[in-house]
């Protein structure tokens, strides 16, 4: 969620009435939400306050998902599901972190691919494309299943393969292969980082939709169809 604070608890002293913040929350399909004060951060001064709710949990998710894999600068990544709104913002941490990226995306997402920011891309559905891989440092993988079971084979010994999906199927069958599963956090710090770099145009969340708060069961529904873009609710 994201909004202005309208009024602060006993106790509080990091916000006050008036300030633009946004948070990983519960309740929050309502004009007015009760949010702790330890998962609330400011937003960045620049940010579009609308913008900013479609944040906190695919930014956070994608830079945790990726800072799970160790990866160094001049280390090789792939990101499975790169497309997505979590597998962007990993790919844009492990740029950050000077790594080479390769977006693991289908084959009908490769025009998609071109604007993620990756230095390679790959059609995971594409058995011939993953064969040919060379050996990779890591893989943060947002997709699992059948896919998952083949990339895990491509990853080098001692290397990571992180996912937020679980562990791939096969995994014990690569046990020089370190498997984590990512669970993800709030983390203020984090979670600002990744809205500046939105702001200054580095990382692109796209929206899909913006409905009124009226047309919730609409947005849900949508929202189970899964897609790119996120589905923000507007009161």
Do not use: W
């Amino acid at each position: 969620m994201s909004g202005t604070v309208v009024k602060v608890g006993a106790g509080v002293e990091a916000f006050s009435a008036g300030n633009k913040v946004f948070a990983m929350a519960d309740n929050t399909y309502a004009e007015l939400c009760v949010v702790k004060a330890d998962v609330l951060a400011d937003i960045p001064v620049g940010l579009d306050l609308i913008q900013a709710a479609a944040l906190p949990l695919v930014t956070v998710t994608g830079n945790q998902l990726l800072a799970a894999t160790g990866i160094k600068a001049g280390e090789t990544v792939m990101v499975v599901g790169a497309v997505g709104n979590v597998g962007r913002s990993a790919v844009f941490t492990a740029k950050a972190r000077g790594a080479t990226v390769i977006a693991g995306v289908l084959k009908r997402q490769m025009d998609d691919a071109k604007t993620v920011g990756a230095d390679q891309m790959v059609a995971t559905d594409d058995d011939t494309a993953i064969a040919n891989l060379a050996p990779l440092d890591a893989v943060a993988d947002t997709v699992g299943g059948r896919t998952a079971e083949k990339l895990i084979a491509k990853v080098k010994p001692e290397g990571v393969y992180s996912s937020v999906v679980g562990a791939p199927q096969n995994a014990a069958t690569f046990p020089s292969v370190k498997v984590v599963t990512v669970f993800s956090h709030f983390d203020r710090g984090t979670l600002q980082f990744m809205a500046e770099a939105v702001r200054d145009g580095k990382l692109v969340i796209p929206i899909g939709e913006e409905l009124p708060l009226r047309e919730a069961a609409t947005a849900q529904a949508a929202a189970e169809k899964g897609g790119i873009g996120k589905i923000l609710l507007v009161p």
